[in-house]
């Protein structure tokens, strides 16, 4: 595989929505791989908490502030309240790569399933909402728990990166490589990240089937 | 991973649409690991004609014979004649294992994308059309064209397997484990077949970015 991803190790890193779990385990590898991460919430005070129980150089803020001033901004909002969260912070992320990590999911009985999205999918929801951001569609499928392990040293998993800007998903992909393990892996354009996102609800079948973290592998690249 | 699958060696294996590149390929493999296969054609004279050129056990016939023959049907006919050819076989698939593989995919100038499908996916389609047989989703990343290079002796893969009877998908996941290389993992219910149908849209942009025929690897089980 091409190892042509530019070199990304300057770049600050905002997590909206960054006090759930993939959030706060995104925010740790990143802190860790040396990244100055911001974690955002509604909540200032509770963004500060996370962050410090996370400790080392994460801070935290209010969603807009860590919009506005870090200089890639992850969103891991819950799906309830995606949008509104997007056209609230239109101005701050304006011009910035913004990485959607959203899988649109409803749980039953029976596990997890793909929930319909009127744009196609979460990150065509936050493209169409943020006309004059770099939307990027990535690392749907890491595992919250394995990123807050602190015994796993590294996440057997490739993320796969999509969107229409070549630079922003090579940055992406150089940003998926800083975590151990995990490789960025081009995957499509955003016209195809419904799957992506939706895929999630299967690998929830295979964790319960199998009792795993299951991720992907791309054999051949 | 759990070996938990059953003995399926002596399992005969019918693929509708078998003159095509999938289904040729799957033909060769499964001969290849001892199965009598049948290939099924709308015409028997052309299934007649690609089972000669593949050699071997492998038969040919028209898709109703092959579908009242064989003990588990695969459905590798194309997307466009889907529902309208199941539906013409309804009796003969009645009872039986009927494993779809077929991909609604759309093509443009960038590439591929997943086509719209009423029922949800071809699976669901399928499921819907043939209410007395044991519908099962797989096979749907495999590369026609690693299927049938004799110099690939084996093909690093995990077929990923969904359905709502569980003999069944352990039965295809016993068969997905006849390839040398390949792995059947269980993937989750038939309302979760669209996205692993609409992921080989993905596979396609990766396979055209790195020059490779990409396949899935599950990590972590």
């Known amino acids: 595989m091409p190892t042509d991803?530019?070199?990304v190790s300057g770049i600050s890193i905002g997590i909206l929505g960054g006090t759930g779990d993939q959030g706060k385990g995104l925010a740790r590898r990143f802190a860790l791989a040396g990244h100055t991460v911001l974690i955002g919430s509604r909540s200032a005070e509770r963004?500060?908490?996370?962050?410090?129980?996370?400790?080392?150089p994460v801070r935290g803020a209010d969603n807009a502030?860590?919009?506005?001033?870090?200089?890639v901004v992850i969103v891991a909002i819950p799906w309830d309240g995606h949008r509104s969260t997007l056209e609230s912070l239109r101005a701050e992320l304006s011009g910035k790569i913004v990485i959607d990590c959203v899988n649109p999911l409803g749980f039953d009985k029976q596990g997890a399933y793909a929930l319909p999205v009127e744009e196609g999918s979460a990150a065509q929801q936050a493209a169409a909402v943020l006309p004059d951001s770099r939307v990027v569609a990535a690392f749907h499928h890491v595992s919250a728990v394995l990123l807050l392990d602190p015994e796993v040293a590294e996440i057997d998993l490739d993320v796969l990166v999509l969107g229409e800007d070549r630079e922003a998903t090579d940055?992406?992909?150089?940003?998926?490589?800083r975590i151990p393990g995990v490789r960025g892996v081009y995957g499509g354009r955003l016209r195809n990240a419904h799957q992506v996102e939706?895929?999630?609800a299967n690998l929830i079948s295979i964790n319960r089937?199998?009792?795993a973290h299951a991720g992907l592998r791309l054999t051949d690249i």
């Open 171 to 177: 940055i992406v992909r150089g940003l998926a490589g």
């Open 198 to 200: 939706a895929l999630t």
């Open 65 to 71: 502030s860590v919009a506005a001033e870090a200089d």
């Open 5 to 7: 991803v530019p070199d």
């Open 209 to 211: 089937r199998y009792k």
């Open 47 to 56: 963004a500060q908490e996370a962050a410090a129980a996370l400790g080392g």
